[in-house]
T-cell receptor, first 116, second 112 residues
Framework: DSGVTQTPKHLITATGQRVTLRCSPR?????VYWYQQSLDQGLQFLIQ???????AKGNILERFSAQQFPDLHSELNLSSLELGDSALYFC???????????????FGEGSWLTVV | ELKVEQNPLFLSMQEGKNYTIYCNYS?????LYWYRQDPGKSLESLFV?????AVKQEGRLMASLDTKARLSTLHITAAVHDLSATYFC????????????FGTGTRLKVLA
């Protein structure tokens, strides 16, 4: 158990709908990262937050948005869903933006999203 | 933009054999990670390599880093079936954002 908690574990929804994925980082970790993993795209970096502020943005679609709240949990909002958004969405966390010597990022179990 | 490439993408090997997975990255970075992922599961951290020439070993896996060549290797010694998984390397972008970019992954299948 990495200590990173993601909900829901599985989600099936229709095209055009909106969903919210939730992540609670490890205790004490200030950074949260979101990744999308699909069969043909590998592990794609979406966005990173550090202590409530957006730190880095990757290949995140405009239909997607995220935020990190004062209690450090994060939410990834996916709207106007398309079939191609079906994927495993991972949240990961690290301490101090990963600057700690030897620091690594720890992944949650992921949220399986199926768009039908 | 930082790019990370792994090869091979797929690897099927017999138990007891040795093999190496390669990870190349395009710009300087201050650390490199190796992760293991079982099908449908989370990513498990294996190694963190911080400096040129760093070598770490855990069981049948050994990882090394050459920062000058921007190359890391994951060497598998006397493979066993339990090592079957997908292995990812990841590099930390030091352009100021500290985002982690993952390689394409190497799907390893060890045949009994």
């Amino acid at each position: 158990d990495s200590g990173v908690t993601q909900t829901p574990k599985h989600l099936i929804t229709a095209t055009g709908q909106r969903v919210t994925l939730r992540c609670s980082p490890r205790s004490g970790d200030l950074s949260v990262y979101w990744y999308q993993q699909s069969l043909d795209q590998g592990l794609q970096f979406l966005i990173q937050y550090y202590n409530g502020e957006e730190r880095a943005k990757g290949n995140i679609l405009e239909r997607f948005s995220a935020q990190q709240f004062p209690d450090l949990h994060s939410e990834l909002n996916l709207s106007s869903l398309e079939l191609g958004d079906s994927a495993l969405y991972f949240c990961a966390s690290s301490e101090q933006s990963g600057q700690a010597i030897g620091g690594t990022i720890y992944f949650g179990e992921g949220s399986w999203l199926t768009v039908v | 933009e930082l790019k990370v490439e792994q090869n091979p993408l797929f690897l099927s090997m017999q138990e007891g054999k040795n093999y190496t997975i390669y990870c190349n990255y395009s710009t300087t970075s201050d650390r490199l990670y190796w992760y293991r992922q079982d099908p449908g599961k989370s990513l498990e951290s294996l190694f963190v390599l911080l400096s040129n020439g760093a070598v770490k070993q855990e069981g049948r896996l050994m990882a090394s880093l050459d920062t000058k060549a921007r190359l890391s290797t994951l060497h598998i010694t006397a493979a066993v079936h339990d090592l079957s998984a997908t292995y990812f390397c990841a590099v930390r972008d030091t352009s100021g954002t500290y985002k982690y970019i993952f390689g394409t992954g190497t799907r390893l299948k060890v045949l009994a």
